[in-house]
């Protein structure tokens, strides 16, 4: 029987051919190197987004409340009445309710419509911005960045009473502005919160501490001049 020596065969690849493994190679190299960096400076990337959407919206919340303190919507008297007894003596004192309900949507109302007006290229981050130089910073291609307000936005009103001498007492009408938005980047999104707190409207109050503050979220005129009858003295 008769064996056959055992030969190779050897595989000559066309130029054409050639070209095109090495583009493949090159390209899978880039798409690799690609998507290490993109993994490297993700949290940087997410960090100079926050810092800048949060930017954004402090400049439009203090934009909004300034705009309505100056337009002289916000008064003390309009918002806060005082009850007193037959001697003159402020005994309580009474929060308009309607007033604060429509200050509350209308200062919010403003915030999230400039929220949705500003444009991804106010938000975008540079690439050079990613590299730490600070040759690079603010140079080379935008990365978009874009956000979406959330439902938990709200605008609430506080009081604060604090003491302004002797038999002085300071009473201080206090907006807090909480702005949630979900920030869209390449890839992946993240969220933040941002907090404001104004001082919108005080005033002194003198002589004796009224006992009494009444602030109703949800009464009518009989149940508050009930409860200030009920506690007044």
Same mark, same amino acid.
């Given at each position: 029987m008769r064996r056959h020596p055992l030969t190779l065969r050897r595989v000559q690849l066309t130029r054409r051919t050639r070209v095109r493994i090495i583009l493949i190679s090159l390209l899978f190299l880039m798409l690799t190197t690609l998507c290490a960096a993109a993994l490297a400076l993700r949290p940087l990337l997410t960090s100079l987004a926050t810092a800048r959407v949060s930017n954004t919206v402090n400049r439009i919340v203090s934009e909004a409340v300034n705009k309505t303190i100056e337009s002289g919507d916000i008064r003390y008297e309009d918002l806060i009445s005082f009850e007193k007894d037959g001697e003159g003596r402020i005994t309580a004192?009474?929060?308009?309710?309607?007033?604060?309900?429509?200050?509350?949507?209308?200062? @919010?109302?403003? /915030?999230?419509?400039? @929220?949705?007006? /500003?444009?991804?290229r106010e938000l975008s981050i540079p690439v050079g911005s990613l590299t730490g130089s600070s040759l690079l910073a603010g140079r080379g291609p935008l990365i978009h960045v874009r956000m979406q307000t959330v439902g938990s936005s709200k605008a609430d009103f506080s009081n604060s009473f604090t003491s302004a001498g002797i038999n002085q007492t300071r009473h201080q009408i206090i907006l807090d502005v909480h702005v949630s938005v979900s920030i869209l980047l390449p890839g992946f999104k993240t969220s933040t919160s941002v907090d404001n707190t104004y001082t919108v409207a005080e005033t002194v109050i003198v002589g004796t501490v009224p006992q009494n503050y009444v602030y109703f979220h949800a009464a009518s005129e009989e149940e508050v001049e009930d409860f200030i009858l009920n506690n007044a003295g």
């Open positions: 004192l009474k929060s308009n309710m309607a007033q604060f309900n429509r200050l509350q949507a209308e200062i @919010l109302d403003d /915030v999230l419509a400039q @929220l949705a007006e /500003v444009s991804t």
